[in-house]
T-cell receptor, first 112, second 114 residues
């Protein structure tokens, strides 16, 4: 089955700096890669996703890049703000396995 | 429209008791997923439903765990003879269909086994 690995497990940045979280996957059949943000005590919420037919997607301060050859995808947050502090999860899915495989999560701390 | 809802929001039970957790998915969503999240940990897949059938039960930790879905809507996760290690937040998510579609999560049920 699919295996998704996520790094780093914790990340601390200064407000205004950029943050990058990386995930690798093992199954070339994976074709949908969402990123979820989970604030303390809250439910995970989708912040951005990318499908395998594109290499990059941006939404304001957030971007995701995908390298299908290397089987890795990354979340980029620019101009970080304290409210970006949360746990971020990457995931992979496809029609082949019908469910999501989640990374282990990255706790992002943005210091004011 | 209404999002995914779960009940109860909190459940405290004694070791050895049975508990039922409920999930109401978004109307029209055919896929429903159950996850478990221990404190400070990631999302552990338990089971998913396509309609009323559960093609993949591989994540259920033991035979004390079972789940069903009726009418292609509400799902219940039942834990029999609860143990302290069952304490966690149980999250439900639904999506338009199985596979590469956005999952919408419910608020979770925090289960504490004393």
């Amino acid at each position: 089955g699919e295996n998704v690995e996520q790094h780093p497990s914790t990340l601390s940045v200064q407000e205004g700096d950029s943050a990058v979280i990386k995930c690798t996957y093992s199954d070339s059949a994976s074709n949908y890669f969402p990123w979820y943000k989970q604030e303390l005590g809250k439910r995970p919420q989708l912040i951005i996703d990318i499908r395998s037919n594109v290499g990059e997607k941006k939404d304001q301060r957030i971007a995701v890049t995908l390298n299908k050859t290397a089987k890795h995808f990354s979340l980029h947050i620019t101009e970080t703000q304290p409210e970006d502090s949360a746990v971020y999860f990457c995931a992979a899915s496809s029609y082949n396995f019908n469910k999501f495989y989640f990374g282990s999560g990255t706790k992002l701390n943005v210091k004011p | 429209g209404a999002g995914v809802s779960q009940s109860p929001s909190n459940k405290v039970t004694e070791k050895g008791k049975d508990v039922e957790l409920r999930c109401d998915p978004i109307s029209g969503h055919t896929a429903l997923y159950w996850y478990r999240q221990s404190l400070g940990q990631g999302l552990e897949f338990l089971i998913y439903f396509q309609g009323n059938s559960a093609p993949d039960k591989s994540g259920l930790p033991s035979d004390r765990f079972s789940a069903e879905r009726t009418g292609g809507s509400v799902s219940t996760l039942t834990i029999q003879r609860t143990q302290q290690e069952d304490s966690a937040v149980y999250l439900c998510a639904s999506s338009f269909n199985t596979g590469p579609y956005e999952q919408y999560f419910g608020p979770g049920t925090r289960l504490t086994v004393t």
